[in-house]
C-alpha cells in the first residue's frame, strides 16, 4: 500500500460534517474522500457511487464474508462499510485519504492499520444547535431523528480516544481548522518518510 495519509473523521449525525467537508475536498488538493457502502435507502440528492456505494443487505453480508471491508459497523439501523478496494484505489493515486466513519468503524480501522491514521472528531457547538440542524435538514422521520440523537450522546462519549477535535460553530471556521489538521500532518509525516532532509540553514 501507498504511503498517503489517513485521516478518520467522525461526528454525530447533525454536526455538519457534509458541509465542512466540502468545503475543505475544495481547498485541500491532493485529498480524496472515501465511498462507503451503505444499506442505508438513498436521500434525494445523493447519487450511487458519489455519496455512497447503495447496496442492499445480503450483497453487504456477502461483502463481509467476503473479507472485503477493512472495517463496517451498524450505525443508526443500518450498515456502513469501507472496502478496502475503495481505500487502496485511492492511495495508490498518491492521495491521502479521509474515511468520515462512525466511532465503531474508527476504533477498527485504529486496530487494523500499521501505521496509524489520523483521528479527527467533529462536534456541534450544543446538542440543542445539533438537533437544530438535524431538524432544518428535514432527511429523517421522527423515528429516525430521535435515534440519531440518542446516538450522539454516545457517540460523544469516546471524543477523548481522538487526537484532534473541531468544533463546528462556523463551517468556514471548522474547514479552515481541518484544513491546518491536514496540512500539518502532511508536514510531519512528509518529513519522517524522506528521510533527514538537508537542512535549510547549511547554506552550502
Ligand atoms: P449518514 O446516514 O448520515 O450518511 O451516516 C450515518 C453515520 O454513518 C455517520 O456517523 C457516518 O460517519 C457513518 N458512516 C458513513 N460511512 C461509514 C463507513 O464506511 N463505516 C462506518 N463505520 N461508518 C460510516
Known amino acids: ?5 489517513i485521516f478518520v473523521l ?3 449525525s447533525g454536526a455538519g460534517k457534509g458541509t465542512v467537508l466540502k468545503q475543505v475536498m475544495e481547498r485541500v488538493p ?9 444499506t442505508r435507502a438513498s436521500r434525494s440528492g445523493e447519487a450511487d457511487g458519489v455519496h455512497y456505494h447503495f447496496t442492499d443487505r445480503d450483497e453487504f453480508r456477502t461483502m463481509i464474508a467476503r473479507g472485503d471491508f477493512l472495517e463496517w459497523a451498524e450505525v443508526h439501523g443500518n450498515m456502513y462499510g469501507t472496502s478496502r478496494w475503495a481505500l487502496e484505489t485511492l492511495l495508490a493515486q498518491g492521495l491521502d485519504v479521509v474515511l468520515e466513519i462512525d466511532v465503531q ?6 486496530r487494523k492499520m500499521p501505521a496509524p491514521p489520523v483521528t479527527v472528531f467533529l462536534i456541534p ?4 444547535e445539533m438537533e437544530r440542524r438535524l431538524r432544518a435538514r428535514a432527511t429523517e422521520n ?6 440519531r440523537l440518542a446516538n450522539a450522546e454516545q ?3 469516546v471524543v477523548a480516544d481522538y487526537e484532534y477535535l473541531v ?3 462556523r463551517v468556514e471556521d471548522a474547514a479552515r481548522q481541518l484544513a491546518a489538521i491536514i496540512y500539518a500532518e502532511r508536514a510531519k509525516h512528509r518529513r519522517l518518510l524522506s528521510g533527514a532532509p538537508a537542512p535549510l540553514w547549511s547554506g552550502r
Open 1 to 5: 500500500m501507498s504511503s498517503g495519509l
Open 10 to 12: 467522525s461526528a454525530p
Open 30 to 38: 491532493g485529498l480524496a474522500l472515501s465511498i462507503s457502502h451503505t
Open 105 to 110: 468503524g474508527a476504533g477498527q480501522v485504529l
Open 125 to 128: 457547538p450544543s446538542l440543542a
Open 142 to 147: 421522527e423515528g429516525a431523528l430521535s435515534l
Open 155 to 157: 457517540e460523544m462519549r
Open 167 to 169: 468544533v463546528n460553530d
